[in-house]
C-alpha cells in the first residue's frame, strides 16, 4: 500500500514537471514570437523615420534679416545657404564702404520665411548706421537740387493812361536872305567890314571865293 502511495505521488510529481516544462515552453515560445515581432516592427519603423528626418532637414527656411546688422545677417545666412551674399546700399546715391560689416539690412532676397536650398544666392541692402531705410530699395538720399522755376507775376489789371509822344518839331533849315536884285562888290574884305557885311556866307551878296581863302563858304571871316 505505502508503494503504490509513492508510485501515485510520484507520478502525480512527474505530470506536474512535465506540465510546468510545457507551460514554460509555450510561455517562451509566445515571448520570442513577441520579441521577433517588435523588432520586426523597430526595423521596419526605422527607414521611415529616417526619411522624413531627412526630408524636414532639407526643407530649410530664409531666416528674417531686416534690422539686422550685416554681421549678424551673415551668420544667420551661412546656416541655410552656402551661395555667395550679394550687397547693395538700398540709397542709389550712397556708396557702400569698403567694410560695411556695421550696416543696417533693409531688404533682402529671397523674404523671410521662403525655402532655400545650399545654393540660393542672397541679396541684402543696407543703409549706414542711423540712417532710416528708403520706401524702396534703389531710392535716392538726397532730394533733386534742380532750380524751381519762378511763377510769373501776375499782370496788373489796372488801367494806366499812357501819354503819346509828340515828335518834335523839325528844325527849319537856315537859309541865306534873298539876293537883292542889285549886285553887291566889295574890293576886298575891309570894304567889306565897313559897309557891315562881313562875315558874307555863301549865296549872300558880295560873296566871291576871291574872298573865301579858307574856302570854307564864309568869306571875310577872319
Not at 564702404?97 to 539690412?105: C, M, R, S
Amino acid at each position: 500500500m505505502f508503494h503504490r502511495r509513492g508510485f501515485a505521488v510520484a507520478g502525480v510529481i512527474g505530470a506536474v514537471v512535465l506540465l510546468g516544462a510545457g507551460c514554460e515552453d509555450t510561455g517562451a515560445t509566445k515571448a520570442d514570437s513577441a520579441k521577433g515581432k517588435g523588432s520586426g516592427a523597430a526595423a521596419s519603423a526605422s527607414p521611415s523615420t529616417d526619411a522624413s528626418a531627412s526630408a524636414s532637414a532639407s526643407q530649410a527656411v530664409m531666416p528674417k534679416l531686416v534690422g539686422e546688422r550685416l554681421l549678424d545677417a551673415t551668420v544667420l545666412v551661412k546656416k541655410v545657404t552656402s551661395a555667395p551674399v550679394e550687397l547693395a546700399s538700398a540709397y542709389r546715391d550712397v556708396t557702400l564702404p569698403a567694410d560695411p560689416t556695421a550696416w543696417t539690412v533693409c531688404f533682402q532676397t529671397p523674404a523671410a520665411d521662403s525655402p532655400v536650398t545650399p545654393a540660393t544666392a542672397v541679396e541684402l541692402s543696407l543703409v549706414a548706421p542711423g540712417t532710416d531705410c528708403p520706401e524702396r530699395a534703389g531710392a535716392a538720399r538726397q532730394a533733386s537740387k534742380a532750380p524751381v522755376p519762378a511763377a510769373s507775376p501776375t499782370p496788373d489789371r489796372t488801367a494806366v493812361p499812357v501819354s503819346t509822344p509828340v515828335p518834335p518839331k523839325p528844325k527849319k533849315p537856315q537859309t541865306p536872305p534873298p539876293a537883292n536884285d542889285e549886285p553887291v562888290f566889295f574890293k576886298n574884305c575891309d570894304a567889306a567890314k565897313a559897309a557891315g557885311k562881313a562875315p558874307i556866307r555863301r549865296g549872300q551878296p558880295g560873296y566871291r571865293d576871291a574872298l573865301d581863302r579858307d574856302k570854307d563858304g564864309i568869306a571875310c571871316d577872319k
